[in-house]
T-cell receptor, first 112, second 115 residues
Framework: DQQVKQNSPSLSVQEGRISILNCDYT??????FLWYKKYPAEGPTFLIS?????DKNEDGRFTVFLNKSAKHLSLHIVPSQPGDSAVYFC???????????FGKGTLLTVNP | GAGVSQTPSNKVTEKGKYVELRCDPI?????LYWYRQSLGQGPEFLIY????????DSGLPNDRFFAVRPEGSVSTLKIQRTERGDSAVYLC?????????????FGPGTRLTVL
């Protein structure tokens, strides 16, 4: 039973445009959410996080939005760059619990 | 500085064999985690060490899997009587401050293939 779902296996966007990656969760106990980026043959790299007490967190080109009532979060990348091409994982935890529950990931391709 | 390193990067073994996967965390990191990523899936939590002790091994799939961290630094994940379903990328992560999820630094993983 997938508690964190990323329903789009892949996404392709043009350089300079916005990339929107979506994530849904089912466990209402989750209250901390993270996005990780993964390049081939490398481990996941932490990108941005958000606590359930917020509905938005921004870091440079990356913004994460959280809609608790819909149990949905999204990652916006603007403007998208070719170097952003990677697999993006959504992850969640209960409180600051170390145990992360990951989605299956979305492969983002940014075309020059 | 040096990140989390894992050896070997690739391991091919035969069904029924024993394997050891090694993780060298970032120097000074007291917390260490193992995850497993099967094909087409996200990483799944296996075990968490705080210092030398396994604080949470609830993610280990069965008793064929065991992990140690005898000196509170390097950790070894041990798999006995390997099965084809054990084929996956095994990821190790470490963090300086235990329990803070956004400071987990991942290694590149060991790709295990069981024939």
């Amino acid at each position: 039973d997938q508690q964190v779902k990323q329903n789009s296996p892949s996404l392709s966007v043009q350089e300079g445009r916005i990339s929107i990656l979506n994530c849904d969760y089912t466990n209402s106990m989750f209250d901390y959410f993270l996005w990780y980026k993964k390049y081939p043959a490398e481990g996941p790299t932490f990108l941005i996080s958000i606590s359930s007490i917020k509905d938005k967190n921004e870091d440079g080109r990356f913004t994460v939005f959280l809609n608790k009532s819909a149990k949905h979060l999204s990652l916006h990348i603007v403007p998208s760059q070719p170097g952003d091409s990677a697999v993006y994982f959504c992850a969640a935890s209960e409180g600051s619990n170390y145990k992360l529950t990951f989605g299956k990931g979305t492969l983002l391709t940014v075309n020059p | 500085g040096a990140g989390v390193s894992q050896t070997p990067s690739n391991k091919v073994t035969e069904k029924g064999k024993y394997v050891e996967l090694r993780c060298d965390p970032i120097s000074g990191h007291t917390a260490l985690y193992w995850y497993r990523q099967s094909l087409g899936q996200g990483p799944e939590f296996l075990i968490y060490f705080q210092g030398t002790g396994a604080a949470d091994d609830s993610g280990l799939p069965n008793d064929r899997f065991f992990a140690v961290r005898p000196e509170g630094s390097v950790s070894t994940l041990k798999i006995q009587r390997t099965e084809r379903g054990d084929s996956a990328v095994y990821l190790c992560a470490s963090s300086l401050t235990p329990g803070e999820v956004d400071t987990q630094y991942f290694g590149p993983g060991t790709r295990l293939t069981v024939l």
